[in-house]
């Protein structure tokens, strides 16, 4: 199978539309159908099905896209990955979600500067999920991500920091001056809906809830009783007087990890998981 051939047919998949496919991939429908019908034959199977008035995916068709993915990535990811490798300045792309982790990456960017050898280190910010994509893309070399929010599958990662989560209320709610909430009760105030964060692929799950993008338009949903949150103890310094902040005792607690692809070989990303690691374990 040809790239070409499968960035067509995931666009296909998709869009379950060749014609949404074909402006999507900006060629002409025809051709598309035709390149579709070639990769079916020379697979000897079926992958999608088609009607008059819709295409679905067949069960083959649904491996393919799965697998498809995987192989469009790692080829991006080979190409990002070796243009950095020939850069004149080498240097690491770290990926973090914005408004995550900030004490620890701060002390982490200061001690890997002290390091005798460190490179530049580019910090992305990130919003919900997008740390783990580029990552996997190769548009990052190594991440700060949080369980159980982000999945770190097919990674190699190291735990930094595990902590618990608190329930984030308008400071003037009713039940902001209770000692603590139990999930159950966080999820059910009728007048604070839970936020609403986007999938992957943009668009948000059906709900009562805000829209919410990033922490700093959450922070600012919630002060203005719109909505509740639980988030990580370690974002108690960025909230304020706005904000009620009560423990949960029974909410699962948050592993901050950093991640790398599996396999790399890089000098300078190895440094930065040592320093990681060192600076989480109270090693000088």
């Not at 900006?26 to 199977?45: D, F, H, N, T, Y």
């Not at 990002?80 to 982490?108: F, Y």
């Not at 989560?165 to 209770?178: D, F, K, M």
Request: net charge negative.
């Amino acid at each position: 199978m040809e790239t070409r051939e499968l960035r067509y047919f995931v666009a296909v998949a998709e869009e379950l539309h060749f014609g949404r496919a074909a402006q999507r991939l900006l060629i002409a429908q025809p051709p598309l159908s035709r390149a579709i019908q070639r990769l079916e034959r020379r697979l000897g199977v079926l992958l999608l099905h088609r009607t008059s008035r819709a295409i679905s995916l067949t069960e083959a068709g649904s491996v393919l896209l799965q697998q498809a993915r995987l192989a469009l990535e790692a080829i991006e990811a080979a190409e990002q990955r070796t243009r950095r490798a020939g850069a004149d300045r080498p240097g690491i792309v770290l990926a973090v979600k914005t408004g995550a982790s900030r004490e620890l990456l701060s002390t982490l960017l200061d001690a890997y500067a002290a390091e005798p050898d460190a490179v530049p280190v580019e910090v992305k910010l990130c919003g919900p999920g997008e740390s783990e994509r580029l990552l996997r893309n190769g548009c990052a070399d190594v991440a700060l991500l949080l369980r159980p929010y982000d999945t770190a599958a097919g990674f190699d990662t190291e735990d930094l920091r595990t902590e618990q989560q608190i329930a984030v209320l308008p400071a003037a709610h009713p039940l902001a001056g209770r000692p603590h909430l139990s999930m159950a009760e966080l999820t059910a105030i009728p007048d604070l809906p839970l936020p609403r964060w986007p999938r992957a692929d943009g668009s948000y799950p059906e709900g009562p809830g805000p829209e919410v993008r990033d922490q700093t338009q959450l922070t600012q949903l919630i002060a203005l009783g719109r909505t509740c949150s639980l988030m990580p103890e370690s974002l108690r310094p960025q909230l304020h007087a706005d904000h009620a902040l009560l423990p949960v005792p029974d909410a699962p607690t948050v592993t901050t990890v950093i991640a790398w692809p599996p396999h790399t070989k890089s000098q300078p990303v190895a440094a930065l998981i040592r320093t990681a690691t060192s600076l989480c374990a109270g090693v000088d």
